[in-house]
T-cell receptor, first 116, second 111 residues
Framework: ETGVTQSPTHLIKTRGQQVTLRCSSQ?????VSWYQQALGQGPQFIFQ???????GRGNFPPRFSGLQFPNYSSELNVNALELDDSALYLC???????????????FGQGTRLTVV | QKEVEQDPGPLSVPEGAIVSLNCTYS??????FMWYRQYSRKGPELLMY????GNKEDGRFTAQVDKSSKYISLFIRDSQPSDSATYLC???????????FGAGTTVTVRA
């Protein structure tokens, strides 16, 4: 196990609702990245948080927002849910913001969101 | 055209066979190349990491990067049923903060 935990593991929401997903980082990691993995697809980068600030964002609309707390845990919030938001949402924690040989990203098991 | 292309398979091989997986990419700025393994209902876990071009071997796993062809490969020797999983290639530019993933190839190793 990676030490990155996500909750809940599964969630069913209705179109138009709002959802909050949570991630607890691996001990000592100060950076959290969120990815969306649609069925049969690779993970797509949503955004990254470093020391409670958004450090970078992928091609996702503003209704996808996040928070990082002083203990480096993080939340992903999605407003006005659409059917296409149904996916596995993965959180990855790392020590440092950039990808290199010293900053491996450790992924949680994901939250499976179904929008009906 | 996607930035990273990966054949989704599925790929089914007998136990003991060599599994060959590959990805192509279009972004010549990619410098870091990774292979992740994802078991069903789990998050991806890092298998192999390569910087720039070259080969890297770790036990039964060999990763190859050919930047001139924008092509990376992963070979699994003496495959085992426990190797049955989805294998994702991932790449990143130097100094970047995000990973760009392929779609993943689902591999089944038959006992």
């Amino acid at each position: 196990e990676t030490g990155v935990t996500q909750s809940p593991t599964h969630l069913i929401k209705t179109r138009g609702q709002q959802v909050t997903l949570r991630c607890s980082s691996q001990s000592g990691h100060n950076t959290v990245s969120w990815y969306q993995q649609a069925l049969g697809q690779g993970p797509q980068f949503i955004f990254q948080y470093y020391r409670e600030e958004e450090n970078g964002r992928g091609n996702f609309p503003p209704r996808f927002s996040g928070l990082q707390f002083p203990n480096y845990s993080s939340e992903l919030n999605v407003n006005a849910l659409e059917l296409d938001d149904s996916a596995l949402y993965l959180c990855a924690s790392s020590l440092g913001v950039t990808v290199n040989r010293y900053t491996e990203a450790f992924f949680g098991q994901g939250t499976r969101l179904t929008v009906v | 055209q996607k930035e990273v292309e990966q054949d989704p398979g599925p790929l089914s091989v007998p136990e003991g066979a060599i599994v060959s997986l590959n990805c192509t990419y279009s972004n010549s700025a990619f410098q870091y190349f990774m292979w992740y393994r994802q078991y069903s209902r789990k998050g991806p876990e890092l298998l192999m990491y390569t910087y720039s071009s070259g080969n890297k071997e770790d036990g039964r796993f060999t990763a190859q990067v050919d930047k001139s062809s924008k092509y990376i490969s992963l070979f699994i020797r003496d495959s085992q049923p426990s190797d049955s999983a989805t294998y994702l290639c991932a790449m990143s530019e130097s100094g970047d903060y995000k990973l760009s993933f392929g779609a993943g190839t689902t591999v089944t190793v038959r006992a």
